[in-house]
T-cell receptor, first 112, second 111 residues
């Protein structure tokens, strides 16, 4: 089992460009999450999907959109990237909303 | 609103020492608390999840404790090794909020 996979691993964008970060899990988990990690700020939740067909905002949702494509896949879209979105993005999944979370390897995004 | 604090931010110990990492949280009505390890440039690896009904959880040389009344959890690492060097994060589940993370303790084990 691959666990949680994320693509791409690295990305450089110019201000105003758009992109989608992909996440997939093969553990048959119901819940999936997107976090960003910044120095001095720790990990902050952007959006989550408690179950297939639902999505909810986390602590820092502005500038992002998400799609729960199916049970396995949860994507994060930046419509118009800004330098403040330079960060490391992690996807995670869990059996349910209060279960143990498992993380992917991350996507390092730089917006210039 | 739940807040999670980890002190110290960094810790350096000699190999073989037993050590304790601290985590405190403001809302004692938690469902569970999870400890993670993060190596530089990598994702988070789940170490232990301790339910609100539990006082301790053990995995190998790791032991996590939970005291809801005082809003504290500790991660005990026995006989530390250089391979234990990493950042350790704790995160709490409470109310209707998903996991809230502390900022982590960066551990260095010196050979």
């Amino acid at each position: 089992n691959a666990g949680v996979t994320q693509t791409p691993k690295f990305q450089v964008l110019k201000t105003g460009q758009s992109m989608t970060l992909q996440c997939a899990q093969d553990m048959n988990h119901n819940s999936m999450y997107w976090y960003r990690q910044d120095p001095g700020m720790g990990l902050r939740l952007i959006y989550y999907s408690a179950s297939e067909g639902t999505t909810d905002k986390g602590e820092v949702p502005n500038g992002y959109n998400v799609s729960r494509l199916n049970k396995r896949e949860f994507s994060l879209r930046l419509e118009s990237a800004a330098p403040s979105q330079t960060s490391v993005y992690f996807c995670a999944s869990s059996e349910g909303p209060y279960y143990e979370q498992y993380f992917g390897p991350g996507t390092r995004l730089t917006v210039t | 609103k739940q807040e999670v604090t980890q002190i110290p931010a960094a810790l350096s110990v000699p190999e073989g020492e037993n050590l304790v990492l601290n985590c405190s949280f403001t809302d004692s009505a938690i469902y569970n608390l999870q400890w993670f390890r993060q190596d530089p440039g990598k994702g988070l690896t789940s170490l232990l999840l301790i339910q609100s009904s539990q006082r301790e959880q053990t995995s190998g040389r790791l032991n996590a404790s939970l005291d809801k009344s005082s809003g504290r959890s500790t991660l005990y690492i026995a006989a530390s090794q250089p391979g234990d060097s990493a950042t350790y994060l704790c995160a709490a589940h409470s109310g209707n909020t998903p996991l809230v993370f502390g900022k982590g303790t960066r551990l260095s084990v010196i050979a």
